[in-house]
């Protein structure tokens, strides 16, 4: 089959597709070509939902700042009823969220996030922690770095009313650059020596990898949606500090200007790639690279799904992802807890 002939959009419903291209549309007229967005244009499409205390679908949320002079802040995600009583004991797992658009949009109060995460905490049964970080061009790299390292040392020691998690079972998740932002993250963490918190998994949902190379997918899928490589351009130059290209290691994690990370001790990562996301070459990088320096890491590939997907909840592959997720958190949770009961067998002789 020829080049042209290769499908660039996967068979969706028509009243998806119209949605999908309303939201690039979004995108684009956004995005001035001097490399700034409008944020007042943009406050137009992207809609935002208020934290509610009293249980919506099963789940409360609560707004918690950090740091008002940065607008560093979190929306905590607390399920209820979950049938066995955990979150009466404070035992809950817990997820450090971290939302996509590309470091220059969204938030955690963006719609499509907060349903998002209210559906991490109901399916999950878990604490979900989405953190609402500075977005570039007006605060570029390593901004968005900082203020996720900040929120992870602030709910390792704050008192946070309500609040009923396991802090040694805490995950780092997210999205597109959410995605980007949990393996540096992790890699800081491991350099921390945290009071309560401890890091036992990654997730990382289609996460925003590049560099100056053009892979096969990216050259093949020219017209998928969302992603596109002229978007992608426009938002590693918009996030990268000035001079930079797309090799500078924070987007090229194992390229030509690369840290080595074989003494750095991660958690097991998980990583989804969609069939249609221009980025997959990247990410199936990424967990090759992990393998290489002989971290845990797998992959689950969705043939037949596009870059942010999971924003569509009637698509069956959300459902899957779900599964996905929650098997690997069950599986890490059990390993640490024996972890836990040999350590403490250790410790009694």
């Known amino acids: 089959m020829a080049q042209n002939d290769v499908p660039q959009w996967p068979d969706l419903p028509w009243k998806l597709n119209i949605s999908?291209?309303?939201?690039?549309?979004?995108f684009d007229v956004t995005r001035r070509s001097n490399g700034t967005a409008n944020r007042f244009l943009m406050s137009f499409f992207d809609l935002r939902t208020s934290p509610s205390k009293k249980?919506?679908?099963g789940v409360k949320t609560t707004d918690i700042t950090i740091d008002k002079?940065?607008?560093?802040?979190?929306?905590?995600?607390?399920?209820v009823n979950t049938g066995d009583g955990a979150a009466a004991v404070g035992n809950l797992p817990v997820i450090f969220?971290?939302?996509?658009?590309?470091?220059?949009?969204?938030a955690p109060s963006s719609k499509p996030y907060d349903e998002f995460c209210y559906g991490l905490a109901?399916?999950?049964?878990?604490?979900?922690?989405?953190v609402n970080y500075r977005l570039a061009p007006e605060h570029r790299y390593p901004s968005q770095y900082e203020d996720g390292f900040d929120a992870?040392?602030?709910?390792?020691?704050?008192?946070?009313?309500?609040?009923?998690?396991?802090l040694r079972q805490c995950f780092l998740a997210g999205d597109s650059a959410g995605g980007n932002l949990v393996?540096?993250?992790?890699?800081?963490?491991?350099?921390?020596?945290f009071s309560n918190l401890k890091l036992i998994g990654n997730i990382?949902?289609?996460?925003f990898f590049g560099g100056e190379e053009r892979t096969e997918s990216e050259l093949r899928l020219t017209r998928a949606p969302f992603v596109t490589m002229e978007r992608s351009d426009w938002m590693w130059k918009a996030f990268l500090p000035e001079g930079s290209n797309r090799d500078h290691p924070a987007a090229n994690v194992f390229g030509p200007n690369s840290v080595d990370i074989s003494g750095v001790k991660l958690p097991a990562t998980i990583i989804f790639v969609g069939g249609f996301d221009p980025l997959q070459d990247w990410q199936k990088r990424y967990c090759d690279g992990l393998k290489k320096y002989g971290k845990e890491a797998s992959l689950v590939e969705f043939a037949k799904t596009f870059h942010s997907f999971y924003a569509f909840p009637e698509l069956p592959e959300f459902s899957m992802l779900m599964k996905e997720m929650k098997d690997f958190m069950r599986k890490q949770v059990e390993s640490s807890e024996g972890d836990g009961r040999s350590a403490s067998d250790m410790s009694d002789r």
């Not at 999908?20 to 979004?26: D, L, N, V």
Request: proline share 4%.
């Open 204 to 207: 990382l949902i289609q996460p």
């Open 55 to 57: 249980p919506s679908n």
């Open 20 to 26: 999908i291209s309303a939201f690039s549309f979004t």
């Open 183 to 193: 393996h540096h993250l992790a890699v800081k963490a491991s350099e921390h020596d």
């Open 97 to 106: 969220f971290f939302h996509g658009g590309g470091f220059v949009f969204m």
């Open 69 to 79: 002079s940065r607008n560093l802040w979190f929306r905590l995600y607390t399920p």
């Open 122 to 130: 109901r399916e999950l049964s878990a604490i979900v922690i989405s």
């Open 152 to 166: 992870l040392k602030f709910v390792d020691t704050a008192i946070i009313e309500g609040f009923s998690g396991n």
